[in-house]
């Protein structure tokens, strides 16, 4: 199916995606703050990137945008995944360049289909 690059500093929250994924027939990546998360993205060229917003140093909002606005990334759709989830949190992450936004705790079914829906277009 699909390359994903998870940018998410949770262990936990980083292992219960991926076996979602996985199960799912993605292939995943991950990375623990958002620095390291670019350089990945530019390096393994994934076709999506699942972003938290709240990481050590940059935040999941800046990250989205460097990604937005740098050539060689603009093209990878990013999904933020968070536990900001007031309707001002959303509209911000989508401002900065997100294809979709998912409130933590997704179910499995509802990252899927996120994740899907923006694959597919």
Partial sequence: MARILLIEDSPTDTA??????ERH??????S????????????????????DV????????QATRALAKDAE????????ISTKGMETDK????RQGAKGYIVKPPTEDALISQVNAVLAS
């Fill in 16 to 21: 219960v995606l991926t076996q979602w994924l």
């Fill in 25 to 30: 027939g993605h292939e995943v990546t991950a």
């Fill in 32 to 51: 623990g703050n958002a620095e390291d998360g670019i350089v990945a993205c530019k390096r393994e060229r994934p076709d999506l990137v699942l972003m």
């Fill in 54 to 61: 709240v990481l050590p140093g940059m935040s999941g909002f």
């Fill in 73 to 80: 990334t603009s093209g990878i759709p990013v999904i933020i």
């Fill in 91 to 94: 509209m911000w992450g989508m």
